[in-house]
Each structure stands twice: as structure tokens, then as C-alpha cells.
């Protein structure tokens, strides 16, 4: 099926979300700097980061009930201009006030942007075609995010952080201006008992009869794989470029940027690589296992790639890997928990991985940095293995529990 010409909204949600997701890559690494060199002060960079992701989680948690009010495309458009648009104010002030407020605004147009982008696809998707759809916008905000990392960086040192403002929220605009296009589905009502969940393929998943402990429950499993890998990946993106900048004061900045590129471009790929393979085999969950698998072995390289004084270009190979394992675990934890919840409960899905990715990144860069300051930085990527492993586990459990569950005679999630 050719999602962009037969599925009404599809191209215009697309590009929205490539739009948005470029100004607030325009902006990432920019405001921390532009922090730094206006205030001297690297505990307000820091807090600014802070503000801006715990206001995103709490967002997320809500938006769901938002989106039941005002409608997808209300909160898309919406979501677009408080991502962008406040960092106009940084032009007029930076001091304190001014720039935690601002985060916590963008805070929510982000959090607000990462639910509804999600949940909408899943109620748009034709039958057979979730992971394909998912994925395509998987490549679309990957693409978004390698172009705007890079091109706030280099505005930003060549032209001045005033410019990369006026950008992002010029971008924001358009983003909001794309939103108006998008399509407005009525959301599901919230059913007490559950329904049929959105068909995949040929085959009609269904969830189990009684589900113990509700949504959350069903959610449990996919959640803690998600965000054991996205820790990694929050340690990666924070301490990556340390580590290779001890190892090589000279070039390693640079070649750590360009390590980070390749994580993301191979997360890019493989994202629609798995949405497109769970359409085929019928069913998510196949590719969790090698994705868990090739984090674990690409962390594990990394140090032994560090530790051992091999040449720095070996990592590029751990930098595929890495990026590969986490784009198959997030895909086939995103559709794994659409495919357990009535349409009714995909926005609540939406909120549960988006709360699990952020949750994770953030929590990784937090906690695994008191490790590095204990046991230095090779240290870190270690743990985060270990870490991963805690999601393979979690995985195994879930899926011993649905077979239990069929040979008992009850009904599974897949």
C-alpha cells in the first residue's frame, strides 16, 4: 500500500512531524552552549535540560486527555508552536527565570508532540501496515534530527545562536502550519471492558480476556525493554564524546560527532527495517531479542575497543550496532504495545513509550554519570549492558507468562 497517497493525513503528519522535529534539533545542543557563555554557569545549563525533560514526561502523562478534548490536530498544532516559538524570548533575556520558563513551555509542546505524532499513526494505519507507518515516520524524524544537530552546531558557531532561535522557531511555524493538514480523527472512547485491538495483517491479535492489573500491566514488559536501552543511549550521547576525546584531545570531538551521526542514521533505517518486517511476519516481537543483543554487543565492544588502545575506527562498527539494536528495540516495543490495548488505549500506549524513552535518556545520561565519576568513563558502558540485560529478562518473563496463559486455555496479547 502507498501509505502517502491512499491514507488520508499521512504525508501531512509526516512532514509536520519531520518539521518539528527539526527545530527542536536545530535547538538541542545549542541552548545548553548558549547557556554557558551567557551565564558562566553550567548547573543552569543543566537545569535548563532538567526542566525541559521532566516537564516533557509530566506532559506526556496528560496528553492523552488532552487529545480526548481538543482533537489531533489541535494538539499537533499547538504542540509545534510551544516547541519552537518561546525561544524568541532568549533574544529579549537569558537569566534565570527567563530561561527555565521557556524550558518548561517547550517542555510541553514536546512532550504534547511525542504522544499525539504516535497515536495518531496507529489510529490512521490501514490494517497490515502499522510497522511500515511507524517506521517511515521513524525515518522522517531521524532524518530531521541528522540535518538539525548538525546545522544548529554550525549556525550557531559561523553566524551566532540568535540566528539558530530565529530558525527554530521559524521552522516551528512551519510545522504548525503543516499540522492544520493533518487528519483529524475523532478519538476512541476509553472502554471499561477491553475490544479488539487494531488488526495486523491477517491475523486479529487480541488481548487477554482479563488483563491483571490493567493497561499498565500489559505495558510492563515492552516498557522496561525500552527503557533500559534508551539508558544506554542516554550515557551514549552524554559520554560518548568524553571518552573519545581522552582518548584522541586532537580529532576526538569531531569524531565523536560523527559517531553519534552513524547511531542515528542506522537507528533511522532500522526503525522502518522492523516496522516492515513486523508487517510481514504478522506480529511485533521477533526482532527484540537481536536488538537487545547487538546493544549488549556494541557496548561491550565499545570498551573493549577503549580499553584495549585498538584504533578509534572500530567504532564506527560498535556505532552501527548500537544504532541497529536500538532502532529494533524501540519499533518492537512502540508496536507491541499498540497491538495490547484497544484503540480506545492507543494514546495511552503512546504516553507509556514516549514516558519509557525519555524517562530512560535521561535518567542514563543522570545516574550513569555518577559512574563515571566513580569508575570512569569505559565504566559506563559496561553498566549499561548490565542494564540491558534486566530488559532481556523482563522480556523472557512476559512472554513465558502469555504462553502460560494460552495453555491454560486464556487468550494472549499475541
Known amino acids: 500500500m502507498q501509505l502517502f497517497t491512499e491514507v488520508p493525513g499521512f504525508t501531512a503528519l509526516s512532514f509536520a512531524t519531520a518539521a518539528a522535529f527539526g527545530a527542536f534539533s536545530l535547538m ?36 492523552n486527555r488532552i487529545i480526548r478534548r481538543y482533537g489531533y490536530r489541535r494538539v499537533m498544532l499547538a504542540a509545534a508552536f510551544l516547541l519552537g516559538v518561546p525561544t524568541l524570548w532568549y533574544l529579549v533575556s537569558m537569566d534565570t527565570a527567563s530561561l527555565l520558563l521557556v524550558a518548561a513551555v517547550r517542555g510541553m509542546g514536546f512532550g504534547s508532540l511525542c504522544v499525539a505524532q504516535f497515536a495518531l499513526v496507529a489510529h490512521i494505519a490501514p490494517p497490515g501496515a502499522l510497522g511500515k507507518a511507524s517506521g517511515i515516520i521513524g525515518l522522517f524524524t531521524g532524518a530531521a534530527q541528522m540535518v538539525g544537530l548538525p546545522a544548529g552546531l554550525w549556525l550557531s558557531e559561523h553566524v551566532g545562536n540568535s540566528v539558530v532561535f530565529i530558525a527554530g522557531a521559524l521552522v516551528a511555524l512551519v510545522a504548525a502550519g503543516l499540522a492544520v493538514l493533518i487528519h483529524n480523527p475523532a478519538p476512541e472512547p476509553v472502554i471499561s471492558r477491553p475490544e479488539p485491538p487494531l488488526e ?59 559517531l553519534l551521526a552513524v547511531v542515528g542514521g542506522a537507528q533511522m533505517i532500522a526503525r522502518y527495517v522492523c516496522g516492515v518486517w513486523a508487517d510481514r511476519v504478522g506480529k511485533p516481537g521477533s526482532l527484540m531479542f537481536v536488538g537487545q543483543g547487538l546493544v549488549i554487543a556494541s557496548l561491550v565492544g565499545m570498551v573493549g575497543i577503549i580499553s584495549g588502545g585498538l584504533p578509534l575506527g572500530w567504532l564506527l562498527v560498535f556505532a552501527t550496532l548500537f544504532g541497529c539494536g536500538f532502532g529494533f528495540v524501540s519499533t518492537e516495543a512502540m508496536l507491541e504495545m499498540f497491538m495490547r490495548v484497544p484503540r480506545g488505549r492507543i494514546g495511552q500506549a503512546s504516553t507509556v513509550w514516549n514516558a519509557a524513552f525519555d524517562t530512560g535518556t535521561g535518567s542514563g545520561a543522570i545516574l550513569l554519570g555518577l559512574v563515571a565519576a566513580w569508575q570512569g568513563y569505559t565504566a559506563i558502558f559496561l553498566v549499561s549492558a548490565l542494564v540491558v540485560i534486566v530488559g532481556v529478562i523482563a522480556e523472557i518473563g512476559d512472554r513465558r507468562g502469555r504462553r502460560r496463559a494460552l495453555s491454560r486455555g486464556g487468550k494472549s496479547v499475541f
Open 28 to 63: 538541542l545542543p545549542v541552548i545548553p552552549l548558549a547557556v554557558i557563555l551567557t551565564t558562566g554557569s553550567d548547573t543552569l545549563a543543566g537545569a535548563t535540560t532538567m526542566v525541559f525533560m521532566a516537564v516533557t514526561v509530566a506532559t506526556q502523562l496528560v496528553t
Open 200 to 258: 495486523h495483517g491477517r491475523k486479529q491479535l487480541r488481548m487477554r480476556e482479563k488483563l491483571r492489573g490493567g493497561t499498565v500491566w500489559v505495558l510492563a514488559a515492552p516498557a522496561v525493554a525500552m527503557t533500559t536501552v534508551a539508558m544506554g543511549y542516554g550515557a551514549l550521547s552524554s559520554f560518548l564524546p568524553a571518552t573519545v576525546k581522552d582518548v584522541d584531545p586532537v580529532q576526538g570531538a569531531s569524531f565523536a560527532g560523527l
